[in-house]
């Protein structure tokens, strides 16, 4: 007697639904054995179907035993029967179970991947397969454009590639025509001289020629068990123990190089981005909207989480409210020297240090006509002075800019001008201006000045325009002695006192004028009126230092006060400014600054840079933050609005994603019924669907984050205020949600894909 592989004992088989049970097989008891071709046929609904899916290890059993190779399979678990189908069976299908957009010779490698051949020689193997069905000219095809007789021969081959003993065909006839049909069973009954070959078929008469043996199903039961050499009934045929078994040596090893289950997984993910290029693009592309979306989403959360406008302070603002201006100071409070200036330009993302920084806060006009207006808060104040003005005749001028504010020109450089040269003399200055017209023109500039340290008052002085720059700016560039000049007047680094009779004048700030010389003052028009007269009087200077305690210097000297009313004269009510010489301010007073400004790359940075000052020994405030002192409820309703609309829309991206996506991929759930049948475990088909998702969504964020770096580079705003928000943290938030979405997609996915292979 020839090797039995196959041994079925007392096999039964129901189906049940809500309202009935249908017993499929009723013990059955059959033995197969190699060499044999076997065709099983019967009426629709005799059970045919039911019994070689059994055999093939695609469907169970309620009651009996099947052995297979003398070993058992009733306890046999999901694991073992991956392993039984990978190893032992070889299936042709009626519909053929082809994956129609791989290659023909793709189908088959496939096989032999299942079974760890090594890749290469996976493709050498397959080649030879082909040529034995006819097919080697079809290699490169694709399944779906072969014909139903390839499309046959093609399963066929794919089932002779996994080198199983057994091979099972159910209705492998039942889509071609009589003449191909008869060249399907003939091939069949040449694999089965060294196989055992079981099929299931509807037209006997087309096999009768070529099967050795013939079994009848009715209901379920074996009504007729034949042999083609006796046509004798052979009910439960058993092996002769007495006779040797034979062993045909089919089964073959893996090659020598035996894949992991990581690497079929990823051959499988790669091929099929390759040969549906068209769902890959339309998956990458729904990803890279999801990617896109999500990272403007989190960016968002950033801004706003970052936005201090709810934060209650309670000093004054600084006038020149920058977003991307640090005041700093030091924190032993000593003058700002060259070398701070040296180490905040060091600090990361700080663009421009500004050593005078006091006098950014000074509002300034300039005038560009005879007669002017001038306005200083909500103040408005009107002069006639200028010659060619009306009797009672008010004319307005116009201002270069009234959002212009200072800058020390040692944050610029001769590159950075069109025309002219940069400032020398102190009341020199740079601006922006369409063409070099306003070049080496001088006129008069009125300043307010407004800090978190000193009151509102005014000064005038001529300036002289001796450079223009290339780029548009809303800055003025002023001389360094001039803005240390006018940051001195806002700082308390003496106290200047006139004496005049027994009365004393505390307090009076000085400021540099041109038109004076030696010892020459001139006072406010309010303060003359209370010292009644212009004369010679004494005047005490003591100095303080920077934390505001008295030096114990003391120096006394003569001042002379000129009208105040002259035509040069100062143009304000301020009852504490006072106008020197420029002989007399440097003899007693310092042109020092213990302020700087900062200018950083964007607000976004503000934090960072404010970290990085405390650690170098500085004192910073974000001129923004300082300026807004009150608790704005509509922007904290508009912050917390947008924060709450970005995390909703993460939320809504998620479940969109997880819907649709698990939706498209519902189209892979045949291909994965052709893997499994041909001996594909189920953690690999799993792991196919994660490294081919976790693959489109790598190459739709790294699209997104190139994007949104080519978008900022363009100069687009609102990109741009994003992209500054975004660190090392940031990025990992956009990469693990868009990882985190992939991995509830695959996994909601794979449960779907579970029960409907297991159904």
């Not at 009626?94 to 023909?104: E, F, N, P, R, V």
């Not at 006509?369 to 002069?383: I, M, P, Q, T, V």
């Not at 400021?511 to 004369?535: F, I, K, W």
Request: glycine share 6%; net charge negative.
């Amino acid at each position: 007697m020839k090797k039995v592989r196959i041994e079925l004992q007392g096999i039964s088989k129901s189906y049940y639904s809500e309202t009935a049970v249908t017993q499929a097989l009723r013990r059955v008891s059959l033995s197969f054995a190699m060499g044999e071709f076997v065709a099983i046929t019967g009426e629709s609904g005799s059970g045919k179907s039911t019994l070689l899916n059994i055999i093939g290890g695609m469907d169970s059993f309620d009651e009996g035993e099947m052995i297979v190779d003398g070993e058992p399979t009733f306890q046999y678990d999901d694991e073992d029967w991956e392993t039984y189908r990978r190893t032992k069976i070889g299936y042709v299908f009626q519909d053929y179970s082809l994956i129609g957009h791989y290659t023909a010779l793709d189908n088959v490698v496939s096989a032999l991947l299942i079974m760890g051949q090594d890749s290469e020689e996976a493709r050498k193997t397959a080649a030879d397969y082909l040529k034995q069905v006819g097919l080697e000219e079809y290699g490169t095809h694709r399944a779906s454009e072969l014909s139903s007789g390839q499309k046959q021969r093609l399963s066929i081959a794919r089932a002779l590639a996994k080198n199983t003993g057994i091979i099972v065909a159910d209705e492998p006839t039942g889509n071609l025509d009589s003449e191909t049909g008869q060249q399907i069973i003939r091939l069949l009954q040449e694999l089965s001289k060294d196989r055992l070959v079981i099929m299931v078929t509807h037209n006997y008469d087309q096999a009768e020629a070529y099967v050795t043996r013939k079994i009848r199903l009715h209901d379920g039961q074996i009504i007729s068990d034949v042999t083609a050499e006796t046509e004798d009934a052979l009910l439960d045929p058993a092996p002769d123990p007495a006779a040797p078994a034979e062993d045909t040596g089919t089964e073959k090893k893996p090659g020598r190089k035996s894949l992991t289950s990581n690497q079929v997984a990823s051959i499988f993910a790669r091929w099929n981005q390759r040969t549906q290029r068209g769902r890959a693009i339309l998956f990458t592309s729904f990803l890279l909207v999801i990617a896109a979306a999500s990272f403007l989403f989190i960016g968002e959360l950033f801004v706003y989480r970052d936005d201090t406008t709810t934060k209650n302070y309670t000093q004054a603002g600084f006038y020149h409210e920058d977003d991307k201006r640090i005041v700093v100071k030091r924190q032993d409070g000593k003058d700002i020297t060259d070398e701070d200036v040296k180490k905040l330009s060091s600090v990361r993302y700080v663009e421009t240090v500004d050593s005078c920084d006091i006098a950014n806060d000074i509002n300034f006009y300039i005038e560009e006509g005879k007669d002017y207006e001038y306005a200083f808060g909500n103040e408005a104040k009107r002069s006639r002075y200028g010659k060619g003005a009306g009797e009672g005749e008010i004319k307005r001028v116009s201002f270069l800019n009234e959002k212009r504010f200072m800058m020390s020109t040692d944050a610029i450089s001769e590159a950075d001008l069109a025309y002219g040269r940069l400032p020398q003399a102190r009341n020199e200055i740079v601006l922006y201006g369409a063409d070099d017209s306003l070049l080496e023109k001088t006129m008069p500039c009125y300043f307010v000045f407004h800090n978190v340290w000193a009151e509102n008052h005014y000064y005038q002085t001529n300036v002289t325009v001796t450079g223009i720059l290339k780029n548009p700016t809303g800055q003025v560039y002023f001389s360094r002695e001039l803005c240390r000049m006018l940051s001195m007047s806002l700082t308390d680094n003496s106290v200047f006192r006139i004496i005049y009779g027994d009365r004393i004048r505390h307090e009076i700030t000085p400021v540099m004028s041109d038109s004076l010389t030696g010892n020459e003052v001139r006072l406010s028009s309010t303060m003359a009126e209370e010292y009644l007269l212009a004369g010679e009087f004494p005047c005490t200077i003591e100095e303080y230092d920077p934390a505001g305690k008295p030096t114990g210097k003391v120096v006394t000297d003569t001042v002379y006060i000129k009208d105040p009313h002259s035509a040069d004269g100062l143009h304000s009510s301020t009852p504490n400014l006072l106008e020197v010489s420029g002989e007399f301010y440097n003899q007693h007073f310092r042109l020092t600054s213990s302020q700087a400004s900062v200018y950083i790359s964007s607000y976004a940075k503000t934090d960072q840079v404010l970290k990085k000052l405390d650690r170098l020994g500085y004192e910073g405030m974000s001129s923004y933050r300082i300026s807004t002192i009150d608790y704005n409820e509509e922007r904290t309703t508009q912050r917390l609005t947008i924060i709450g609309i970005s995390a909703l829309g993460l939320v809504i991206l998620l479940l969109a994603e997880v819907l649709i996506l698990r939706s498209l991929m519902k189209i892979r759930i045949k291909d994965y019924f052709v893997l499994k049948f041909i001996g594909m475990k189920m953690q690999v088909i799993r792991r196919i669907s994660y490294f081919e998702m976790l693959t489109y969504t790598a190459v739709s964020t790294a699209i997104t984050i190139a994007l949104m770096w080519v978008l900022r580079l363009c100069g687009i705003p609102a990109i741009q205020e994003i992209m500054w928000y975004y660190e090392i943290s940031s990025y990992a938030l956009f990469l693990l949600y868009n990882f985190l979405l992939t991995l509830l997609t695959v996994l909601f996915f794979n449960r779907l894909l579970k029960g409907r292979l297991n159904a």
